[in-house]
């Protein structure tokens, strides 16, 4: 075989093998990476990845994480999509966003609520705003001033004060991301506190509606009224937050932009409100109101009344 001929035949296999490898680019570049917070995850992202891949067949991969992964590693770059159950965070004394927080956009999505759970054969039916606040700075410390038994409590928190959990109670209950909470227990994440709380008699957290759902736990009203579905969009549940979804600001991936829109399209609203998760814009008036609360809690940040 002669020189020019071995050229030939190695050509031809290039080219035969070309469409393969460019089919396996095509694969590549449709897989797209999620990290976030699992209350995001249970609220739709799950059922929503799975109507996705059965529509377009891009696979979305789950990385978990928290919110504020899901914010960090989309500024980062480590994945393509982010979900979180908090805003970015504001540096107060420099009026700008955290610099590991930076170059990401925010789209809200739906709306979540934060929900008071405790152990499914606790006796007590509901509970106050006003007891909230008083159970978390170490005033109400006996099931008894809950209208309980007569046993101490034991109140589980999340470790840290930028959880998206832990940022949202500080915000719309107390108005001071800076709040300190008297607590029996610290853990790191929402899990172990969920499971914390099936597992004891005299416990009692705050999680996300989602999450909480879908455990053996009792969810108790707020002011009398529950965290359904309805009271949560008509804005008569107090404990209500947006959910968004995390892009980079340069982003230039178009199955990302087609992902987003799907999620924010009627296809996606309707696996949200299948699973019980409100729209956006299903509730979009709401939005006023969460913006009042994030201005005082950022007013009382910074010193201000």
Same mark, same amino acid.
């Given at each position: 075989?002669?020189?020019?001929?071995?050229?030939?035949?190695?050509?031809?296999?290039?080219?035969?093998?070309?469409?393969?490898?460019?089919?396996?680019?095509?694969?590549?570049?449709?897989?797209?990476?999620?990290?976030?917070?699992?209350?995001?995850?249970?609220?739709?992202?799950?059922?929503?990845?799975?109507?996705?891949?059965?529509?377009?067949?891009?696979? +979305?991969?789950?990385?978990? %994480?928290?919110?504020?992964? /899901? &914010?960090?590693?989309?500024?980062?770059?480590? =994945?393509? $999509?982010?979900?979180?159950?908090?805003?970015?965070?504001?540096?107060?004394?420099?009026?700008?966003?955290?610099?590991?927080?930076?170059?990401?956009?925010?789209?809200?999505?739906?709306?979540?609520?934060?929900?008071?759970?405790?152990?499914?054969?606790?006796?007590?039916?509901?509970?106050?705003?006003?007891?909230?606040?008083?159970?978390?700075?170490?005033?109400?410390?006996?099931?008894?001033?809950?209208?309980?038994?007569?046993?101490?409590?034991?109140?589980?928190?999340?470790?840290?004060?930028?959880?998206?959990?832990?940022?949202?109670?500080?915000?719309?209950?107390?108005?001071?991301?800076?709040?300190?909470?008297?607590?029996?227990?610290?853990?790191?994440?929402?899990?172990?506190?969920?499971?914390?709380? +099936?597992?004891?008699?005299? %416990?009692?957290?705050?999680? /996300? &509606?989602?999450?909480?759902?879908?455990?053996? =736990?009792? $969810?108790?009203?707020?002011?009398?009224?529950?965290?359904?579905?309805?009271?949560?969009?008509?804005?008569?549940?107090?404990?209500?937050?947006?959910?968004?979804?995390?892009?980079?600001?340069?982003?230039?991936?178009?199955?990302?932009?087609?992902?987003?829109?799907?999620?924010?399209?009627?296809?996606?609203?309707?696996?949200?409100?299948?699973?019980?998760?409100?729209?956006?814009?299903?509730?979009?008036?709401?939005?006023?109101?969460?913006?009042?609360?994030?201005?005082?809690?950022?007013?009382?940040?910074?010193?201000?009344?």
């Amino acid at each position: 075989m002669t020189f020019f001929h071995k050229l030939t035949v190695i050509g031809s296999l290039f080219l035969m093998i070309l469409p393969s490898l460019s089919a396996m680019a095509s694969v590549e570049t449709k897989k797209l990476t999620w990290a976030g917070c699992g209350i995001s995850k249970n609220a739709f992202m799950a059922e929503m990845a799975s109507a996705y891949k059965k529509k377009t067949g891009v696979e +979305i991969d789950f990385k978990g %994480g928290g919110a504020t992964k /899901g &914010i960090r590693q989309v500024a980062s770059r480590e =994945v393509t $999509i982010g979900g979180t159950c908090r805003h970015v965070i504001e540096d107060p004394e420099k009026y700008m966003t955290l610099p590991e927080e930076r170059r990401v956009k925010l789209t809200p999505v739906a709306w979540d609520a934060l929900a008071v759970i405790v152990h499914k054969d606790n006796p007590v039916e509901n509970i106050t705003m006003a007891q909230v606040r008083e159970l978390y700075t170490g005033q109400i410390t006996n099931w008894k001033q809950l209208g309980g038994k007569d046993e101490p409590i034991e109140l589980y928190v999340r470790k840290g004060k930028i959880s998206g959990v832990g940022r949202t109670l500080r915000e719309l209950v107390f108005n001071n991301y800076e709040q300190e909470f008297t607590a029996t227990h610290v853990v790191n994440s929402s899990g172990p506190l969920e499971k914390a709380i +099936i597992e004891n008699p005299r %416990g009692i957290g705050i999680t /996300g &509606i989602s999450s909480a759902r879908k455990i053996p =736990v009792k $969810i108790l009203p707020l002011n009398g009224k529950a965290p359904s579905y309805e009271n949560i969009k008509l804005g008569e549940y107090l404990l209500y937050r947006p959910l968004y979804m995390v892009t980079h600001l340069q982003e230039k991936n178009s199955e990302v932009n087609k992902f987003i829109n799907f999620v924010m399209g009627p296809e996606g609203k309707q696996v949200m409100r299948g699973v019980g998760t409100v729209p956006y814009e299903d509730a979009i008036d709401l939005w006023l109101k969460y913006l009042d609360q994030q201005n005082r809690a950022l007013a009382r940040g910074l010193g201000k009344k």
